[in-house]
């Protein structure tokens, strides 16, 4: 594998007492495009919260560039977040700034940046997914597949290195989330971005993933890390299985 921008170690997430994922350990190369799958439940979401700093974690560290976030605080950490953006589910756009004045939001709080160089950026970013002719619409004008592209967008204004989508997919329609599908693919080679994806969309999974890690409910732990394709013919029933009924479901 090529140098790793991610490496999670004996992670442990959670929420306070609670422990949902024990000893969770592995490494993201750079430009590889990672999806986290699993029954619902199993904590896809909580690994991602905890990846992203969102969630204090009591034993393990996850390393962004060669830096542990879970231990580090004030600048360093500060440093090592600049290196993400985030989307979330709902994609959250400030629905009384345009379009526009969304993506431009997080350079006027991390960058010293004029306001010219930060509409710059921002309608570049827009470019990249499409939107250039919408920066001047609100959020609730357009459709929810380009509400998520407007939110990638946004969380690529400060150059991530990676970026982390949690279920990219939710609430579209297959055809709108193939396009989607189709731009993180597009993104990740012309901008060579890592990208860390929560899904459970079966298509999608077999369209953008280099590799899957599958986590269990059961066992509070990783299940299987591999390739869609190697995963879904695993010996394993467990893993196997799960790819195998969303196909015929
Ligand atoms: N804020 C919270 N406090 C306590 N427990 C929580 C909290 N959020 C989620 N959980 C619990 O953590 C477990 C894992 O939830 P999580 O949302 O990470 O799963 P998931 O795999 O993303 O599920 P889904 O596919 O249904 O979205 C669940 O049992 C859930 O009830």
New binding site residues.
Partial sequence: MSEAIIQVKQLQ????D?I?LRDVSFDVAKGEIIT?L????????????HMIGLLPAPHGQVLIGGEDLIHASGETRQRILARIGVMF?SGALFGSLTVLENVMLPLAEYTALNADARETIARLKLRLVGLETFADFLPSALSGGMQKRAAIARALALDPQVLFL??PSAGLDPFTSGELDALILQLAHSLHTTFIV?S?ELASIFSIADRAIM?D?QTQGVLAIGPPLTLASHSDPRISHFFNRHIHS
């Fill in positions: 997430c959670g929420y306070g609670r949902i986290i699993g029954g619902s439940g199993c904590g896809k979401s909580t690994l991602l919260k589910q949690d279920e929560v459970h986590l409910k």
